[in-house]
T-cell receptor
Framework: EAQVTQNPRYLITVTGKKLTVTCSQNMNHEYMSWYRQDPGLGLRQIYYSMNVEVTDKGDVPEGYKVSRKEKRNFPLILESPSPNQTSLYFC???????????FGPGTRLTVL | AQSVTQLDSQVPVFEEAPVELRCNYSSSVSVYLFWYVQYPNQGLQLLLKYLSGSTLVKGINGFEAEFNKSQTSFHLRKPSVHISDTAEYFCAVSISANNLFFGTGTRLTVIP
């Protein structure tokens, strides 16, 4: 089954404790993105990757890191999480040129 | 700069009544248009898309949308809603593989 998977689905952590949210897709898509969803703000892109070892900032990259060492994986790293990063995070993959996104199930992160 | 406006943040409608969710965008170039649906506690799922050709696009679950280039709109419609249509709906606009902009969402509540 074609899908995007994320882990964990739910995470509660404390300020400053490094964490990684994993994302994997099995559709051989070149493009992958991370979004955060906040009430009243819709989805905002954090980072995106056009291929292995090629990443770029989206609209809200501050406080986040990403890496793309393999085509199928695109982990999101919060090196020092803060409460304002409490949000619902989605990973997505897509194929150019139309940019139709295939979303993972989401990770709900709470930073205390 | 591109932007997407969903004019209604919440739309309550009675079961079996018609509904229209509005989406307007601003762009000086050709765009691809999408509607996504997010059911409670789930990820985003593609409802329909406009890439080119016929301006009336049909999607899943009986939804359709019409691309109006002169009014820069892509409104979503359904002639008769069901309880199961209760969800949040997001309009999105893409001008290239690296640029996808989401609206802030419309929460559709179907009242029995």
């Amino acid at each position: 089954e074609a899908q995007v998977t994320q882990n964990p689905r739910y995470l509660i952590t404390v300020t400053g404790k490094k964490l990684t949210v994993t994302c994997s897709q099995n559709m051989n898509h070149e493009y992958m993105s991370w979004y955060r969803q906040d009430p009243g703000l819709g989805l905002r892109q954090i980072y995106y990757s056009m291929n292995v070892e090629v990443t770029d900032k989206g609209d809200v990259p501050e406080g986040y890191k990403v890496s793309r060492k393999e085509k199928r994986n695109f982990p999101l790293i919060l090196e020092s999480p803060s409460p304002n990063q409490t949000s619902l995070y989605f990973c997505a993959s897509s194929l150019p040129p139309y940019n139709e996104q295939f979303f993972g199930p989401g990770t709900r992160l709470t930073v205390l | 700069a591109q932007s997407v406006t969903q004019l209604d943040s919440q739309v309550p409608v009675f079961e079996e009544a018609p509904v229209e969710l509005r989406c307007n965008y601003s762009s000086s170039v050709s765009v691809y248009l999408f509607w996504y649906v997010q059911y409670p506690n789930q990820g985003l799922q593609l409802l329909l898309k406009y890439l080119s050709g016929s301006t009336l696009v049909k999607g899943i679950n009986g939804f359709e949308a019409e691309f109006n280039k002169s009014q820069t709109s892509f409104h979503l419609r359904k002639p008769s809603v069901h309880i199961s249509d209760t969800a949040e709906y997001f309009c999105a606009v893409s001008i290239s593989a690296n640029n996808l902009f989401f609206g802030t969402g419309t929460r559709l509540t179907v009242i029995p």
